[in-house]
């Protein structure tokens, strides 16, 4: 395994009761790479973007983040489950955006962004707030520092949101289309956020429809359906001349 | 354009305000006067009918048994309710983790404690001296494990004499701390599950651990569902410490039929207990009113506020709304 890869997926499989939602995915995510995952909805990919910091159990199959298997350790030659600690603490390196944002209702913006850093990494309030100050700044938000979620809109909670997760410092950041619960008038604002984190080095896998975004910042356009990879490549490539027919008949609808 | 200027420009400016005729409502006045002669009528018979004893009633308000008696009742509410409060936050969570003994321990001491009559708790702690004389700290079992090898061992590291632990007032409080925990536990449960899903998997995605994420993302959040209710059973607790009476214990209700008996004024007495509870309750009402209020921060006042809206008069009724 090359120092290179950030995620490696092998084989993974993944079923809720008998229903098998990932057939076998393999993927691997360089380092500093942004692989957008497309496809239609109950394809699997919002499971398995959960399955990589283990928010899902995968079946089968090995999944691992920066050399380090999800979830499992590997000790003379089995696999022993992770304490609920050791889970907590791989998934302080991956961050991750939800499609409904997830604020917390009862914090400020600035509350919201400090409190991992506080209670998980311990870093003292002022250090914790400084940060916090600096992260929110990035994505546009100065000035409503002190804002309830529900004094913000949807573009501006996702960019708490994201900022929120850029605390923790990760070395990955998992987005599940961040931008689909959006009146199409914000998603602006927060693809210019993403785009900014993507040519700053970051790693990403973003599960979205946004064509534009995996074409203009995309490294790796992945295709899945029906809980298969069944297309990937260079999205500009993909794109233009999809070969799969399930790709070809998605494209011609969203496009 | 001349014949129709005047009207436009009524339109540009504002326009003028509807003079319309209101819908008469007969229905509201014929209500109205029924229930003022109703009213009439009791306030009549309060006045009139010697049996009230007004005088006796006014002069017993304030003296030293109800005094006493009104502080007891305060103490074991606020007991109770923290007793109830702690334990129905810990059976909560135990009744929501996954493991399947802690959940099982929990349904059990929620059914047990729901199942049996406050009354019937407050006298059977209340004669429980009987069971045991004393009360013994000290290594489960010891003095049967030390028989089993030969041994005399004794571990006691404290002796308490039973009935001095279960006083009348430990017995009422532990009485109606138990219940109350196992209707707290409910309350507790529900407002834990009223928080969605997507709060504890971010709180988890920052690798926040469970116990964190319940104490600082998940339970701040069910206090809004939990705190109404609550309210309502620190009322209903209020009520029930005159069960304590037959632990028996002398707290409020207890002294004033002390009085009614002494006095032969029964009836009198039990008024003078109706106007304490009557009082206390609305000063919990008040509380309960501004306690919502501080734990719907950050979220639009709707709902249980309105009750006693009319404290908030001419303020803004939400926190904030969208505002792009």
Known sequence: MSDDVMVLAEAVHKSFGRTEVLKGIDLSVRRGQVVCILGPSGSGKSTFLRCINHLEKINAGRLSVDGQLVGYTERGGRLHECKDSEIAAQRREIGMVFQQFNLFPHMTALENVCLAPIKVRGLSGADARKRGGELLTQVGLSDRMDSYPSQLSGGQQQRVAIARALAMDPKLMLFDEPTSALDPELVGDVLDVMKDLARSGMTMVVVTHEIGFAREVGDDLVFMDDGVIVEQGDPREVLANPRNERTKQFLSKVL | ?324
């Open chain 2, 1 to 324: 354009m001349t014949s129709d200027s005047a009207s436009t420009d009524v339109a540009k400016g504002a326009p003028e305000a509807i003079k319309a005729i209101p819908v008469r409502h007969p229905g509201r006045w014929v209500a109205m006067a029924v229930i003022a002669v109703l009213v009439a009528m009791f306030v009549h018979m309060l006045i009139t009918n010697p049996q009230f004893h007004w005088s006796f009633i006014w002069d017993n308000l304030f003296t030293p048994p109800v005094l006493a008696g009104a502080r007891t009742t305060i103490l074991l509410t606020v007991g109770a309710m923290v007793v109830g409060v702690v334990l129905g936050i810990i059976a909560a969570v135990m009744r929501l983790s996954p493991n399947r003994v802690l959940s099982t321990v929990a349904f059990l001491y929620t059914w047990f404690f729901r199942a049996v009559p406050r009354l019937l708790l407050c006298v059977m702690f209340g004669t429980a001296g009987i069971l045991y004389q004393h009360l013994t700290l000290g290594f489960p079992f010891d003095k049967q494990l030390g028989d089993l090898f030969g041994l005399n061992v004794d571990s006691t590291i404290l002796t308490v004499d039973m009935n001095t632990l279960l006083s009348g007032f430990m017995a009422g409080l532990l009485a109606l701390g138990l219940s109350e925990g196992a209707y707290m536990a409910e309350i507790v449960r529900a407002g834990i599950l009223s928080v969605g899903d997507g709060q504890a998997e971010a709180a988890t995605a920052l690798g926040m651990s469970r116990g964190l994420t319940m104490r600082r993302v998940v339970l701040p959040q069910a206090m809004r569902v939990i705190v109404p209710p609550t309210g309502n059973e620190v009322i209903a607790m209020l009520k029930d410490t005159s069960l304590v009476a037959y632990v028996p214990y002398a707290e409020l209700f207890f002294n004033y039929e002390a009085i009614g008996s002494r006095t032969f004024q029964i009836f009198p007495a039990l008024i003078g207990a109706l106007l304490w509870y009557l009082a206390m309750s609305s000063v919990l009402l008040v509380i309960q009113y501004f306690v919502e209020k501080r734990f719907s921060r950050g979220r639009t006042v709707t709902g249980t506020g309105i009750r006693l809206a009319f404290l908030n008069r001419g303020k803004p009724s939400t926190v904030g709304g969208a505002d792009v």
